[in-house]
């Protein structure tokens, strides 16, 4: 018995040394041919934009063209089915956002696919502040001054948003909640509609994601008054964070890079060394940057992983905060 015990032992551990071997070439010989990333978010979406300027710059080192693959509808659906179903063989990926990853896990009776058991992580590649802004109607200039405001007017005031259940209007009902304050949601299909609206006094306030306002709030057509992210953002340093009123808080969407589950480690790993060689070049993050995202420069398949825990477990956390029912 002992020698039996001893034979399978070393029969273990022979093949194991083998997959690992086999993995390691698998890793070398890859990529042999284009690879595809499905997105959820149709041409000329902010994802879309991100997606397609990485993929570029990843395609020159890696030798190999990245296709994307626009699969929009079905809030992140469509997309995130097709990427589930695709072979794991390290030619197709998802570069997905937390709405795909995170958040329809909390606003979905049923989801059609399992984001923790139908992917695997890669990367993270950028994060993306949202930003509460003001019309330039408003008298204050600050947080304080809008909260001020609002409860003065309980219910009178407008907040646009993508919609209740969007990131944009999870964020507003948090803000809303924090400060004990109550405001009329006035949800949009497009963010430029709700801009123009904003300047044109339809609606008092605003909350969607930093690259949707930049250029308005350098121009004076509208108040930035506070960020999501944890720190102030290089674009807009003079805003104050959120977590300057409400301390610790941080709330930022993030789009990163999947894989079908099963796709081999050795394939991952070596995917996340080559993302992270492009998201350390100046000129790729000052783009990145000036697309509304701060690009994640160092953050292996086991932080991601990790990272992905952690958002699953806080937003559980602001989802039952905020009362957001499943649909």
Request: with cysteine; glycine share 8%; aromatic share 8%.
């Amino acid at each position: 018995m002992q020698r039996r015990t001893f034979n399978r032992g070393i029969l273990g551990a022979a093949v194991a040394m083998t997959t690992g071997v086999q993995g390691t070439a698998w890793a070398q010989a890859w990529p042999a041919k284009p690879i595809k990333w499905i997105l959820s978010q149709p041409p000329g979406s902010g994802p879309d934009i991100l997606a397609r300027f990485v993929a570029d710059h990843l395609s020159r080192r890696l030798g190999q063209a990245i296709v994307v693959d626009n699969r929009p509808g079905g809030q992140n659906v469509i997309g995130a089915q097709a990427a589930m179903r695709s072979p794991a063989d390290g030619y197709t990926f998802y570069y997905a956002t937390t709405a795909a990853m995170v958040t329809n896990v909390f606003t979905f009776k049923a989801l059609p696919y399992d984001p923790e058991k139908d992917f695997a992580p890669v990367r993270l590649v950028g994060r993306s502040p949202f930003v509460i802004a003001a019309g330039p109607a408003f008298a204050g200039n600050t947080l304080a001054d809008a909260i001020a405001q609002a409860k003065a007017n309980p219910d009178k005031l407008a907040m646009a948003t993508e919609g209740p259940k969007t990131f944009s209007g999870m964020l507003a009902d948090s803000f809303a909640a924090m400060s004990n304050i109550r405001f009329t949601h006035v949800p949009y299909n497009k963010a430029p509609d709700a801009i123009q609206d904003l300047i044109g006094g339809r609606v008092n306030f605003i909350c969607l994601p930093e690259a949707a306002l930049l250029s308005y709030v350098r121009a004076g057509q509208i108040k930035a008054l506070a960020v999501s992210s944890a720190q102030r953002t290089a674009n807009m340093p003079t805003v104050p964070t959120l977590a300057e009123t409400f301390a610790g808080f941080e709330y930022t969407g993030w789009n990163g890079l999947f894989a079908p589950a099963g796709t081999p480690a050795a394939i991952l790993d070596h995917l996340n060394r080559e993302l992270e060689a492009v998201l350390k070049q100046p000129e790729v993050a000052q783009r990145l940057l000036g697309l509304g995202s701060i690009p994640e420069v160092k953050m292996s398949v086991a932080e991601f992983d990790a990272f992905m825990r952690a958002e699953r477990s806080r937003w559980a956390g602001i989802v039952k905060a905020i009362g957001i029912k499943p649909e």
